[in-house]
């Protein structure tokens, strides 16, 4: 195990310590769990603010048979 320091903001401090005392850990086991869920977690699926194409089905045409038709939709809409 190597040993590091990080700096992090007063309420990360504190909602690190409640989580480590209300587990019975301590802080650093619970950043390591904490840490290692994050770096491992699935990297297909980042943050909706972070993803290249965040726009992707955030609205909705109202069309059922948008995805078949997009051409015919596109050339009505620009037509």
């Known amino acids: 195990m ?8 007063d309420d990360v ?4 310590r409640v ?5 019975r850990k301590s802080m650093s086991a619970v ?9 491992s977690g699935p990297k297909s699926h980042p943050p909706r603010g972070q993803r290249k194409f ?4 955030s609205g909705t045409s109202g069309r059922a048979d948008i995805s078949v038709r997009h051409d015919d ?3 009505e809409d620009f037509a």
């Not at 965040?54 to 089905?57: E, G, H």
């Open 2 to 9: 190597v040993r590091t320091q990080l700096q992090i903001d």
């Open 13 to 16: 401090y504190e909602a690190l």
């Open 19 to 23: 989580r480590a005392h209300r587990e």
């Open 31 to 39: 950043a390591r769990e904490l840490l290692r869920e994050g770096l």
């Open 54 to 57: 965040a726009f992707v089905a």
């Open 73 to 75: 939709a596109l050339a």
